[in-house]
């Protein structure tokens, strides 16, 4: 293990105990991630949504693989100094034993903490039962406490993602992942003060993580900071709003405009950017 690796876990499990609020963005490539961390940002964590995207695929159809995650993670960590955490959906296994597997192939990419879901990726049983999920989590934590370093587990409860607004069973489960030792919780897709309250109240003192970039979430930074909240981050949203700014671009340009490249960043910018970075 790399004495960066070692303190880059540090570092990440530092800003995890702190009480001022962590901004996780969430870069999907190697540019991204140095833009991100030229803006002054203290870690950063990978995006399966954004990496589907990139790919020109769709996301949650099963289409990214451990192999694609891991490789694109590898490129993250190499692209900047900081922590780097990786989105690593349901551990690409149904068995507790595979997501253990994930892991550790994930802390030798380089990497200082990652998610793990309870999505099944199973239309017809889109969650895992709660006995086998909290096996999964428990199993990842084995395989995260093996390692010579901190690695951030973090647990998500993935019900509101799946049309399951069910705060008592989201609850009930992030309850079980921190006592199964999940270092943060996550049930992305909250959107209320009272359902945030709810989480951090349940799960206290483990941190919480929360989502932001959605449309339906009208809560700030500074509100979320109050609610004892004490990690965002923002999915594929920046992904998103890139691709957007390329899908408008497109279409303009398709209609004989190149009015668009009023608001590109100029050359110069990004060149010196990058520059710095290597």
């Not at 490789?71 to 900047?80: H, L, S, Y």
């Not at 206290?204 to 900071?225: E, H």
């Not at 497109?250 to 004989?256: I, K, M, Q, S, V």
């Amino acid at each position: 293990m790399a004495d960066t690796q070692l303190q880059n876990a540090l570092a990440f499990q530092a800003l995890h105990q702190r009480d001022e609020l962590l901004v996780l963005p969430n870069p999907w490539d190697a540019g991204s991630a140095k833009i991100l961390a030229a803006q002054g940002f203290e870690a950063l964590a990978t995006t399966s949504a954004g990496l589907a995207f990139a790919l020109g695929r769709p996301d949650g159809e099963g289409l990214i693989s451990r192999e694609d995650t891991l490789a694109n993670a590898r490129t993250i960590v190499a692209a900047t100094p900081l922590p780097v955490a990786a989105d690593l959906e349901n551990g690409f296994a149904d068995e507790p034993q595979g997501c253990a597997d994930t892991l550790l192939q994930a802390a030798a990419c380089g990497l200082v903490g990652g998610s793990i879901e309870d999505a099944s990726g199973h239309v017809d049983a889109p969650i895992y039962p709660l006995e086998l999920a909290v096996e999964r989590i428990r199993a990842s934590v084995a395989a995260a406490r093996s390692l010579p370093f901190p690695f951030t587990l973090c647990a998500r409860a993935e019900n509101f993602l799946h049309g399951r607004e069910d705060l008592p069973d989201t609850l009930r489960r992030l309850e079980a992942y921190a006592d199964a030792g999940a270092d943060v919780l996550y049930a992305p897709g909250l959107t209320t003060r009272a359902q945030i309250d709810a989480v951090v109240r349940a799960v206290a003192p483990r941190p919480v993580n929360v989502l932001m970039g959605l449309s339906s979430i009208a809560l700030s930074l500074d509100d979320l900071s109050e609610l004892g909240v004490r990690r965002v981050s923002v999915g594929s949203s920046l992904a998103r709003t890139a691709l957007g700014g390329f899908l408008r671009a497109a279409r303009e340009l398709r209609h004989g405009s190149c009015d668009f490249a009023r608001d590109a960043a100029s050359f110069a910018e990004l060149n010196d950017l990058f520059k710095a970075g290597q």
